[in-house]
Structures are given as C-alpha cells and as structure tokens.
C-alpha cells in the first residue's frame, strides 16, 4: 500500500463472533479519486466502511487514512480527522430540523465556522433552504438521502465515505443523488462508495472494487471492470 494515500486498507480481518465477514481485505483510495466497492447482499461492503470509520475493530490487518494509522482510534476521532461516513439508511434525526441536522454535521465547531459551512449547503442544496425549518422525518425518502449527504459535508470531509446512497429511492431521485456525488467528485473531494446499484457507481468511479463474501475478488479501473463479461453479468445483468 502506497503510505501518501488518502485511504489504505490492507489484510484487514474481521470478525462478527465465530464469523470471519472480512478476509484480508485490501483497499487503496488515493486523494481525488471516487472509488466503488460492488457486490451482492451481505459481501461485506458494510462491514468495510464501518471499519474503516472505527465503528469495528479489525482483528488482524491495517487502516491508514493518510499517513495515520486509524484501526483502533475512536469513531469520534476518526470523523475529526476527515473522514466523514454517510451510513446505509441516511440516520437522519427525524424529530430535528432540516436546519439542526445540518448543524450536527459540524458538531465541535464554533459558531462561526458552523454558519459558514451551512451558508456553502444552502447554496448547493435549494431544496434544504426551502425545507430548513421542516423536521427531518417529513421530507420524502429522496430528501432525506440529500440531508445525510449535505450532514456529512458540513463535517468538511477529507475522505467522503457514503454506504448505498441510492436504496430505496424512485428513478429519479436515484439520478439525481449520483449527479449530486458527480459534482462533488468534480469538486475533487475524494469518495469512497458503496453501491448495489453497480452501473451507476461505475459510470462516476475512477476505479473500483468487486466483493464477495468478506473478500476482493477483482479490481482495476471502470474500463476494465466492465470490459470482464462474468463481472457484468453478475452485478449488471448484461
């Protein structure tokens, strides 16, 4: 693993009990890439994520964000350091405001630096602006999916990690979340997906991943990913 990545992940085991759900898991993000992690149900994407963000401890292996070893370190800190999860299922606060869910994405800083970044969010997300004082539980499925995406910006990412962003929304919302991740990639913030919804992740990756059951069994650039007849009829039904 190259030590200047923004995210190295190598021979990372975990396990949930008896059971080892990851196998010597290796991952390299490098800074401005957008980087996909595909596979079915229960491959293990999840579970990577939630280690890489401290949420699980790997048993054996390693997890540098930068030059930083992070295995180990407290989710808090890692999100401190830049590394901003967005999880499966979006958590929004339902009870809070679009406004203070927004605010709880910049949790520990101060006033000013808080109104700042939300101005930055109003001004990318019209729709936030127009719905701030709603509670977070009345938006539909599609606005809540774009709240946890602005929440987890206002942490001011250096490493955006985002868990199934597109489940269970309708087609149209579904295009407009990954035009969403498009721009942000345009940005030059580095992303890290995780995605059933294979063809549309590849369409804005630079490289990507394929799991299966806890380990990587292919890797390479979008162009070769898709240029493998077996990868594509397994997770594009080509």
């Known amino acids: 693993m190259v030590s200047d ?14 059971a080892e759900v990851l196998r010597g898991v290796k991952v390299q993000v490098n800074f401005r890439e957008t980087i996909t992690v595909i596979g079915a149900n229960g491959a293990g994407k999840t579970t990577l994520l939630k280690t890489i963000s401290g949420l699980l401890r790997p048993v054996r292996g390693t997890v540098m964000f930068g030059r930083e070893l992070i295995h180990g370190k407290p989710a808090y800190k890692i999100r401190q350091m830049g590394l ?39 001004d990318r997300f019209e729709i936030l602006k127009e719905r701030k004082n709603q509670s977070g539980g009345s938006l539909s499925g599609g606005q809540q999916q774009v709240l946890a995406i602005a929440r987890g910006l206002m942490g001011n990412p250096r490493c955006f990690m985002l868990d199934e962003p597109s489940l269970g ?12 991740l498009k721009s942000l990639k345009e940005t030059g913030i580095t992303q890290l997906l995780v995605e059933q919804n294979a063809k549309q992740a ?20 979008t162009e070769r990913i898709l240029s493998d007849g077996k990868i ?6 080509i």
């Open 169 to 180: 929304l309708a087609p149209i919302m579904i295009s407009q979340v990954f035009g969403i």
């Open 232 to 237: 594509v009829e397994a997770y594009l039904g």
């Open 84 to 122: 901003i999860h967005v999880p499966e299922g979006r958590g929004i606060l339902r009870n809070l405001s679009v406004h203070e869910n927004l605010l709880m994405g910049a949790f520990g800083e101060g006033k000013k630096e808080k109104m700042k970044r939300i101005e930055s969010i109003y």
């Open 202 to 221: 590849l369409d804005i990756a630079d490289r990507a991943y394929v799991m299966e059951v806890g380990r990587i069994v292919a890797e390479g650039t």
């Open 5 to 18: 990545a923004a995210l190295s992940v190598d021979d990372v085991h975990v396990r949930y009990g008896d």
